[in-house]
C-alpha cells in the first residue's frame, strides 16, 4: 500500500499495466517502484488510493517472463479529477521518473469503476 484511503463506488479507479525497463533486474525494479516511485506518486493530491501489487519472484523462475511486472491500482474521486492531476508538479515528478524503471512503449491501462456483485 502506497496511500492509504476510504473509496466508495463513485470513484473512478485507473489500472496500470506495469512493464520494467529492459535490462533492469526484477527485484531492483520491485525495490525502486515500492521505495522510490511509489512515494512520489503517493503525493499527487488527487489520488485518493494507491497499491501495487508486484508479480511474485517466483512467477519468473526458469527463465519465464511474465506478462506484466506488476499492476498500479488508483482510487481518485472522478476522471475530471486525474486529468487535473496531469496539471501539478507532484504529477510531473511522477512522469520524469518513470524512465528510469518502466519500458516506455510497454505501458497498458483501463478507467473503471468498482462494482460489487452479489
Known amino acids: 500500500m502506497q496511500k492509504e484511503g476510504p473509496t466508495d463506488s463513485a470513484m473512478v479507479k485507473l489500472v496500470e499495466f506495469i512493464t520494467r525497463k529492459p535490462g533492469m533486474d526484477v527485484e531492483a525494479f520491485q525495490r ?7 512515494p512520489l506518486a503517493a503525493r499527487i493530491p488527487m489520488i485518493r488510493r494507491y497499491v ?6 517466483s512467477a519468473y523462475s526458469a527463465g519465464r517472463q511474465p506478462l506484466y511486472d506488476g499492476v498500479a491500482e488508483v482510487w481518485a474521486d472522478s476522471t475530471d479529477a486525474l486529468r487535473e492531476s496531469e496539471k501539478t508538479p ?3 515528478a511522477v512522469r520524469a521518473d518513470e ?3 518502466l519500458d516506455p512503449g510497454k505501458l497498458a491501462f483501463i478507467i473503471t469503476r468498482e462494482y460489487t456483485v452479489l
Do not use: D, I, S
Open 32 to 38: 525502486y517502484w515500492r521505495t522510490v516511485h511509489g
Open 90 to 92: 507532484e504529477y510531473a
Open 52 to 57: 501495487q501489487c508486484h508479480t511474485r519472484l
Open 99 to 101: 524512465p528510469k524503471f
